[in-house]
């Protein structure tokens, strides 16, 4: 791969986090984002053991259970002339490291605050 060929490469990419405090709505956003780029047909939930479809983020089985992300995990999907490296993080402060560890490898973050809480 040549030189410019790899700095094409690097400029369409675009990686960004999803960061939170705990039932803020992050990986709901996640899962419409991914619906959005056509990597899903349709959006998981993220209701515990109850729902029919489990968010696609949360793949652990613990995570389906509880409903909570206990890892970060990545989605990659093209959008426009970009590929798009989506990074959900876990919102819950007894995983805060994985969350700054993410922080260090992406372009830019969403952090969702839910007024409320």
């Known amino acids: 791969m040549g030189v410019s060929n790899l700095a094409n490469e690097i400029e369409k990419r ?19 984002l991914i619906l959005l780029g056509n990597l899903i047909q349709v959006a998981g ?3 515990g053991k109850k729902a029919d479809k489990h968010a696609t983020s949360d793949w652990m ?3 389906q259970q509880r409903g909570i992300s206990v890892t ?26 994985d969350t700054y560890r993410v922080l260090t490898a992406v372009d830019s973050a969403l952090m969702i605050v839910d007024g409320a809480k």
Do not use: C
């Open 72 to 97: 970060s995990s990545v989605m990659q999907f093209p959008y426009m002339d970009r590929v798009v490296n989506l990074l959900d993080t876990p919102g819950h402060e007894d995983f805060s490291e």
């Open 45 to 47: 939930s993220v209701k």
């Open 14 to 32: 675009r990686t960004f986090a999803i960061i939170s405090h705990p039932d803020a709505g992050k990986t709901t956003i996640t899962e419409k």
């Open 61 to 63: 089985a613990m995570e």
